[in-house]
Each structure stands twice: as C-alpha cells, then as structure tokens.
C-alpha cells in the first residue's frame, strides 16, 4: 500500500517516523514522508535514510487570541492544499501523523479523499495537535497504555514508540573504541533534548567535584550553546569525557553507557514541556522502577552525584532497572504500528 507518514518538526516526531517507515519499506510498501521546513529535517533524511518526502510549511498553533494565529491560519491551508497535490499523484491508501500540527493537515487530507489515517502519540499526554486530530482516524496508537483516557471516543491500540533500525546495541567495546573511551571505567552518557540540555549541563558540572572518587568516565552530549563549558569542567576536574553538541551514531553512545542520566538511569524532566509532559512520561518509568526520578527544581550538584554512585554501585539495581525498561518499551514497536495500520486498512478495502 502506499502510505504517507507526515512526521514533521522535532526529532520526536521525526525519528519514530522514519522508523515505521523502514518497517514499511522491508514489508514492500511505497512510503512518501512529509517533513517540516527546519533544517533537522532534511539533514535526518540526507544520511542513510533515502526515503522519498516533500517538505510542508511548519505549523504551530498560537494562543487564539493573538495575532498569529492569522499566520497559522494561512500556512494550515497552504499546507493542506500541497498535500491534496501530493496525493493526487501519490494516491497514499494510509496517512499516519506523528503528532505536532505539522501533521495534522496531512491528516484531513487524508480523511478528505477518504482513506485510511492514524496518528501516533508517543507522550502519556497528548499534545493539542493530535487531541484534535483524533477525531477524523480510524485509530490512535499510542506509546504508553497511560494515554489511552485522553482519548475517550476514539479506538485505541498500544504500540510502544518505534525506534530507528540503527539503534541496535553494538558490542561494548567496540562503541567504546570508536568514541576514544577506556575500556576498564563505568561509563555515564549525560544527554538532554534541545530545551532540557542546559539544566541538566548545570547540574552535571556542578556534580562533578562530588564523583572524583568514582572511577568513571563520561560520555556527554551537550547541544550547541554549551559546548565548551561543558568540555572546559571536565579538563578542569580531570574526569574523562567525550563531549558533543550532539552525535548522529547514537546507537554507539547507548552502546558505550552503564548508566544514563536522561535509561535506564537518572530522568530529569524539562519542567516547561507542553502540559509538563516530560515529566508525566518521566512517571511512569519511576513507577515502573525502570529510572529514578529527579525534578530540576530540586536539583543539586550534591544530589545528582549521589544517585550516580548509587546506581554505579549497585548492578543489580541497574540490571533490573534496564529489565523493567525494556518492558515498558516494546522492541517492535515500529512493527506495531505497521501491522495495525494494516489490520486495519485490510478491514476497510472489504468494506
């Protein structure tokens, strides 16, 4: 079938598309992305990815009383006018949105020219994109049972939140080898998404004067703005580091890490997310016993270096917490979300 995953404006969006895009792709479907205007978009699909997309005016909806929202109004229905065009030559039997209002007029075109559309919510709680959008697919998958509420009138399937074929575990060594590590240290990957990194840069660095008598090195992905204050911390300190704005190879520092401060490990939510839903997701792995949970206003240098000798000292702990972790997270999830976008557009072409 052909299928169109409009997966547009963040990597959170972005990344799990291309996912069940190659799910897709191995099943012999023809699959058409449709991405954003920001740069990570297109350089997440000049690598390896070589998949066929076109790109959309990037939609975010302002507050309905300011001025922007003319703008808004504009760039939606420029944006849904080229994916009527798209379709015309394309002719997609699916539309799955991944969220964001970058994908929410693919979507109504989709339903327009009356084929089958999905959205998929990977937060325990939905963005405002797709809690309208709910409204006009034959199902919402989602990547935590815990969001299933939020949509009362829709049909739901949990699927987990895909994940790019290339995060596969490498061997240990061998990640380590490519990044310049020591082979014989514990080894802490510290990473925030774009808004969240400066927090927990700060909290990491001050830290560090506290973990001088733990034999560790770390593996540090700042984003751009604090790059070398990160990296000048750790020469000061004298603690091994490979320091990053960001790194594209991710499955070598998940493979390189005993700990990660961000799974299974230390999760400190940005606490200015749409609807605080870091922190909502954050939950549920603490409750699950899969991560400790730390807020950034409770934040210390002090406090953070303590959890890190604890989980650093205690394997077995890791060892379950990464267990529980992977039970929360379904492997296939990409796998999922293709064979209910399937099952279900099988039961349309009968109707």
């Known amino acids: 079938m052909n299928t169109v995953i409009a997966c547009g404006g963040t990597g959170g969006h972005l990344f799990p598309g291309i996912a069940v895009a190659e799910v897709l792709r191995d099943r012999g479907h023809e699959v058409m992305l449709l991405i954003s205007e920001k740069e990570i978009d297109t350089l997440a699909l000049s690598g390896g990815a070589r998949f066929r997309?076109?790109?959309?005016?990037?939609?975010?909806?302002?507050?309905?009383?300011?001025?922007?929202?003319?703008?808004?109004?504009r760039r939606f229905g420029a944006s849904l006018s080229l994916c009527r065009s798209i379709y015309r030559k394309f002719k997609p039997q699916v539309v799955l949105g991944m969220g964001g209002f970058t994908s929410t007029a693919p979507v109504l075109a989709g339903r327009m020219r009356g084929v089958s559309t999905f959205?998929?919510?990977?937060?325990?709680?939905?963005?405002?994109?797709?809690?309208?959008?709910?409204?006009?697919?034959?199902?919402?998958?989602?990547?935590?049972?815990?969001?299933?509420?939020?949509?009362?009138?829709?049909?739901?399937?949990?699927?987990?939140?895909?994940?790019?074929?290339?995060?596969?575990?490498?061997?240990?060594?061998?990640?380590?080898?490519?990044?310049g590590l020591r082979e014989d240290l514990t080894t802490l990957l510290v990473m925030g998404g774009s808004q969240g990194a400066s927090g927990i840069n700060q909290a990491i660095i001050k830290s560090l004067p506290s973990l001088?008598?733990?034999?560790?090195?770390?593996?540090?992905?700042?984003?751009?703005?604090?790059?070398?204050?990160?990296?000048d911390n750790y020469r000061r300190e004298n603690i091994p580091a490979f320091v990053a704005a960001f790194h594209h190879r991710m499955e070598e520092v998940y493979s390189a890490a005993d700990l990660i401060v961000s799974l299974p490990g230390i999760l400190?939510?940005?606490?200015?997310?749409?609807?605080?839903?870091?922190?909502?997701?954050?939950?549920?792995?603490?409750?699950?016993e899969a991560a400790i949970l730390l807020k950034e206003s409770e934040l210390s240098g002090e406090l953070l270096a303590g959890?890190?000798?604890?989980?650093?000292?205690?394997?077995?702990?890791?060892?379950?917490?990464?267990?529980?972790?992977?039970?929360?997270?379904?492997?296939?999830?990409?796998?999922?979300?293709?064979?209910?976008?399937?099952?279900?557009?099988?039961?349309d072409a009968r109707l």
């Open 268 to 288: 400190i939510p940005f606490p200015y997310a749409a609807d605080d839903h870091q922190s909502r997701n954050a939950e549920i792995f603490a409750r699950a």
């Open 212 to 231: 001088h008598d733990v034999r560790l090195q770390v593996i540090h992905l700042s984003g751009g703005r604090d790059e070398r204050l990160v990296a």
């Open 119 to 179: 959205i998929h919510e990977s937060n325990a709680v939905p963005g405002k994109a797709n809690r309208l959008t709910a409204r006009m697919v034959r199902a919402v998958l989602l990547g935590f049972k815990e969001c299933a509420p939020f949509f009362p009138k829709a049909r739901t399937e949990v699927t987990g939140t895909p994940i790019r074929t290339e995060l596969k575990r490498l061997d240990r060594h061998v990640a380590r080898q490519r990044l």
């Open 307 to 347: 959890k890190i000798k604890e989980l650093i000292g205690d394997a077995q702990k890791l060892r379950c917490m990464s267990e529980n972790c992977s039970r929360l997270a379904p492997e296939n999830a990409a796998g999922l979300v293709v064979a209910t976008m399937e099952k279900y557009s099988t039961h």
């Open 53 to 73: 997309f076109e790109k959309l005016p990037t939609v975010g909806l302002p507050s309905p009383f300011s001025p922007a929202i003319l703008g808004f109004i």
